[in-house]
């Protein structure tokens, strides 16, 4: 109704203004309201015109004496339109973390906003020296953030993708680039071990993991320097993975079990334990010395909270119907934080007996290359690597 009655953007902006200095804040209903109108996502999707948006929230500002929520929502929105100045929106995101008297609920939030506007004036920096500065004040300000959450691992590792991009770019042949190149990967991989470990299965993690993926697999100079660094030491887990990884996107995947065999048998890790098994699991016809259930096994303990090993040994015991030990290993799993699961429509699926069922239920959690779901009654956990969920397995 809103989009039908006012058809000009300037009617909006007058609506909305009206709207705004009419609201009564004391009232809980009205603050909601007059946040929603002032939030970055709101007036993106009512204003392409990015200077009439730019006077309402200026009006919200003057209406409040300067409220740090708006004054943040500002630094947003210049940062994500297209047009946004990300020099404006650095001076308004520290406007905001100046206007707070201590750090608050929001004060993550905005502090990870700032490391973003960096992260994008780094990217846009004509000259190297400037782009390293930018990026050490990005992982700078990140670093100010007490308790890490999805998003700001998942930003800590985009800087590090970033940084990568840029390496391969300018990189030139020679022995020093591809030990540079293959170091990068390395940390990257390392900042994605910790990031499955505190936000595993999550979708920025997952999203930063298919573009660190992306980046890899589409550059020969980067295969190159990866294999070369494992040439060279084949002890190394985080190199080892990332080789088996491209291997197997590439549909070398003799070639990816064997890495990892070896490297597992100089280095044994749980991460290692787990790659292979994953793989094993889904290619039983791949030879190895061990099975991908006692990998799976032993790829995590009592102690952490690795979802991932659990639900596909959980997938295991299923489909060899061991279903007493997966049984005990589900009751375990509830003893987990799972992430929040999303409801899936229903669908038919093939049950334990073989037979054909009604799945109405819930996604666990969604790897790369699975969606675990979890129904109501019989209690199971199915996979399917295909990325329409309506075509589970």
């Not at 929001?106 to 992260?119: C, P, Q, S």
């Not at 540079?180 to 997952?206: C, G, H, T, Y």
Request: proline residues 3%; contains cysteine; glycine residues 4%.
């Amino acid at each position: 109704m809103f989009d039908k009655v006012l058809t000009t953007q300037k009617q909006k902006y007058d609506a909305l203004l009206r709207l705004l200095k009419g609201i009564n804040r004391d009232y809980l209903a009205d603050n909601e309201a007059f946040e929603t109108l002032m939030h970055d996502a709101t007036l993106r999707s009512i204003f392409s015109n990015g200077d009439l948006a730019r006077e309402l929230l200026d009006a919200g500002l003057e209406i409040t004496g300067g409220d740090s929520f708006i004054l943040h929502q500002r630094a947003v929105f210049e940062t994500q339109h297209s047009d946004g100045d990300l020099n404006v929106a650095l001076d308004f995101i520290n406007r905001s973390l100046a206007a707070d008297d201590e750090p608050g609920t929001w004060t993550k939030g905005k502090l990870n906003t700032k490391a973003n506007i960096l992260r994008h004036m780094a990217n846009r920096a004509n000259n190297e020296v400037k782009k390293s500065h930018l990026r050490s004040d990005a992982n700078a300000v990140l670093n100010q953030i007490r308790s890490k959450g999805a998003r700001d691992y998942t930003l800590g590792l985009n800087i590090q993708i970033d940084e990568l991009v840029d390496l391969l770019k300018s990189a030139s042949q020679g022995s020093l680039t591809d030990r540079a190149i293959a170091n990068k990967i390395q940390d990257i991989e390392k900042a994605l071990m910790i990031a499955r470990s505190r936000s595993e299965a999550d979708p920025f993690v997952l999203q930063a993991e298919a573009r660190f993926r992306t980046e890899v697999n589409q550059d020969a100079r980067a295969l190159l320097a990866i294999k070369r660094a494992y040439e060279l030491n084949n002890t190394v887990t985080p190199i080892a993975l990332r080789l088996a990884r491209i291997l197997s996107d590439g549909g070398q995947l003799q070639e990816a079990v064997d890495t990892l065999s070896e490297t597992l048998s100089r280095a044994p890790s749980k991460e290692l334990r787990f790659e292979l098994g994953k793989l094993l699991a889904e290619h039983p016809e791949l030879k190895s010395g061990a099975d991908a259930t006692s990998l799976l096994e032993s790829a995590f303990d009592n102690e952490d909270n690795q979802l991932m090993p659990r639900l596909y040994l959980l997938r295991e015991y299923w489909r060899s119907r061991r279903f007493e030990k997966y049984k005990n290993l589900q009751n375990d799993l509830k003893a987990l934080d799972l992430p929040r699961r999303l409801r899936i429509s229903p669908m038919l699926i093939i049950t334990k007996d073989g037979q054909p069922a009604i799945f109405s239920g819930k996604i666990s959690a969604k790897s790369a290359d699975y969606a675990f779901v979890q129904p109501g009654k019989p209690q199971c956990i199915l996979a399917s690597k295909c990325n329409d969920f309506g075509q589970l397995r």
